[in-house]
């Protein structure tokens, strides 16, 4: 399996611009997470999916952020309008049995520049 | 809810020395202990886990964490580091028959002096 893929790598966008965060799950999966890291926040959950279904939003930072999973495949962040304060490297990572102790498999990540 | 707190947010360490880093978690109920390591722009990886049994956890390079139930600690140790250690390390929670939902603490970077 070709792990999590995450797209785009680097985006680099003007404050107010809209930006989509893909990311395609490890075939099998069951569970997506997204998560931000700054460095002076660490590795933040923002939200996660079971069976394509969101569980728990309450690390979104605000409605200018949303989530979608319409697909056990397919998965994205968005944030619109975009904020200097949104740069960071958002991660996502699936797993087959989050709920019983199982390993998360992450993403290489997508750095966000918000100029 | 749960939390996690890595007391140290960097770690210098002498090659061929040993390492502890600290983690300390929060919880009203049983839970799952994990560590994850990031090498430099990628993305993070399992070094090991806790779920039941043997409180002593050996996991890949070399690493082992001890879970410690009454002092809520799940530190992580290496006899002897390398200077291909070097890398953030984090420490994961999740609440067991709960939900699905891990959480990390703020990460401890670790640094090999040659």
């Known amino acids: 399996d070709a792990g999590v893929i995450q797209s785009p790598r680097h985006e680099v966008t003007e404050m107010g611009q809209e930006v989509t965060l893909r990311c395609k799950p490890i075939s099998g999966h069951n569970s997506l997470f997204w998560y931000r890291q700054t460095m002076m926040r660490g590795l933040e959950l923002l939200i996660y999916?079971?069976?394509?279904?969101?569980?728990?939003d309450s690390g979104m930072p605000e409605d200018r952020f949303s989530a979608k999973m319409p697909n056990a495949s397919f998965s994205t962040l968005k944030i619109q309008p975009s904020e200097p304060r949104d740069s960071a490297v958002y991660f996502c990572a699936s797993s087959s049995l989050a709920g019983r102790g199982g390993e998360l498999f992450f993403g290489e990540g997508s750095r966000l520049t918000v100029l | 809810a749960q939390s996690v707190t890595q007391l140290d947010s960097q770690v210098p360490v002498f090659e061929e020395a040993p390492v502890e880093l600290r983690c300390n978690y929060s919880?009203?109920?049983?839970?799952?202990l994990f560590w994850y390591v990031q090498y430099p722009n990628q993305g993070l990886q399992l070094l090991l886990k806790?779920?039941?049994?043997?409180?002593l956890v050996k996991g890949i390079n070399g690493f082992e964490a001890e879970f410690n139930k009454s002092q809520t600690s799940f530190h992580l140790r290496k006899p002897s580091v390398h200077i291909s250690d070097t890398a953030e390390y984090f420490c994961a929670v999740s609440e067991r028959n709960r939900d699905d939902k891990i959480i990390f603490g703020k990460g401890t970077r670790l640094h090999i002096l040659p």
């Open positions: 806790y779920l039941s049994g043997s409180t």
């Open positions: 919880s009203s109920v049983s839970v799952y």
């Open positions: 999916f079971n069976n394509n279904v969101p569980i728990d």
